[in-house]
């Protein structure tokens, strides 16, 4: 079966500080990768996402991501965080050619002053 | 702005009482989804149209129903609430299409319902 691992629930980090969430998938199929974050009380916005190409895809917010084929995984980093990051990040996946997102479970970033 | 928007933000509804969220766009989006999310879980697809073709997840309880009137509106209906239904509430759009996987979805701000 398909699916989508974030390792860790929660990452805290102070201010100015670099992290990285991470994101690991098992497919035997095509995907397509995203990272979504979600503020308190709101939607998903779209971050970021790999299609093909080159591995290292940037994204809004001063995110980027590098996609590894070989280890199945697709880190999400910022080399400098803000408190307006906190929020709750998830990695996603679509299949060959299926509409259908699979998440992860999510990581909380916590990003303290 | 193109956008997905969702009324009412929140939603209070009394147990076993019908209640209907609504979810409109003004992206031209051939794809509507709905979505419920639990606390600290990631979001659950309940089901999404294609157009007008209705496509519902093998595990949405049949109290989930949903309408699409035109290519801009769609509704949740959840027929007899129970308090497990309480959850934020999601509605996205994407386009369609052969490279349908590919394209990002567009997700509004939700509706947290309660149910008391």
């Known amino acids: 079966a398909q699916s989508v691992t974030q390792l860790d629930s929660q990452v805290p980090v102070f201010e100015e500080a670099p992290v990285e969430l991470r994101c690991n998938y098992s497919?035997?199929?095509?995907?397509?990768l995203f990272w979504y974050v979600q503020y308190p009380n709101q939607g998903l916005q779209l971050l970021l996402k790999?299609?093909?190409?080159?591995?290292l895809v940037k994204g809004i917010n001063g995110f980027e991501a590098e996609f590894n084929k070989s280890q199945t995984s697709f880190h999400l980093r910022k080399p400098s965080v803000h408190i307006s990051d906190t929020a709750e990040y998830f990695c996603a996946v679509t299949l060959g050619s299926s509409y259908k997102l699979i998440f992860g479970s999510g990581t909380r970033l916590l990003v303290r002053p | 702005d193109a956008m997905v928007i969702q009324n009412p933000r929140y939603q209070v509804t009394q147990f076993g009482k019908p209640v209907t969220l609504s979810c409109s766009q003004t992206l031209n989006h051939n794809v509507m989804y709905w979505y419920q999310q639990k606390s600290s879980q990631a979001p659950k697809l309940l089901f999404h149209y294609y157009d007008k073709d209705f496509n519902n997840e093998a595990d949405t309880p049949d109290n989930f129903q949903s309408r699409r009137p035109n290519t801009s509106f769609c509704f949740l209906d959840i027929r007899s609430p129970g308090l497990g239904d309480a959850a934020m509430y999601l509605c996205a759009t994407s386009r369609g299409g052969v490279s349908r996987a590919s394209y990002e979805q567009y997700f509004g701000p939700g509706t947290r319902l309660t149910v008391t």
């Open positions: 790999y299609l093909s190409g080159s591995t």
């Open positions: 497919s035997s199929v095509s995907v397509y």
